[in-house]
């Protein structure tokens, strides 16, 4: 089982960008789906993005969509979300997260992951 780790968080002023990255251990990372989720204060986990194992398709949150690009290099074991024209409401603590699976796209991950992140801190201030 691969083990995550996030990096890139900070703080940012609203219209800003920041590029979050997942590095993974182990040496079967692209058989993970992979993504991104969110939790911000008072609020409830949200799925911001989802990539397939080969990277070839996505998903975005209604929130985030236009804003947010999610990509994968399987060679390197890491995951990345660009993060641009964030606001203030993008403000959560953000994870990566992987679940094991077959599928040639990303949606197994609604179904919850295998393996979390600890999670790294966006504030975005207006």
């Known amino acids: 089982q691969v083990q995550l780790v996030e990096s890139g968080g900070g703080l940012v002023q609203a219209g800003g960008s920041l590029r979050l990255s997942c590095a993974a251990s182990?040496?079967?990372?692209?058989?993970?789906?992979m993504g991104w989720f969110r939790q911000g204060p008072g609020k409830e986990r949200e799925f911001v993005a989802g990539?397939?194992?080969?990277?070839?398709?996505?998903y975005y949150a209604d929130s985030v969509k236009g804003r947010f690009t999610i990509s994968r290099d399987n060679t390197m074991n890491t995951m990345y979300l660009q993060m641009n024209s964030l606001k203030p409401e993008d403000t959560a603590v953000y994870y990566c997260?992987?679940?094991?699976?077959?599928?040639?796209?990303?949606?197994?991950?609604?179904?919850?992951?295998?393996?979390w992140g600890q999670g790294t801190q966006v504030t975005v201030s207006s």
């Open positions: 997260a992987a679940k094991a699976s077959y599928s040639t796209d990303w949606s197994p991950l609604t179904r919850g992951a295998d393996v």
């Open positions: 182990g040496r079967t990372f692209s058989l993970y789906v």
């Open positions: 990539i397939s194992r080969s990277g070839g398709r996505e």
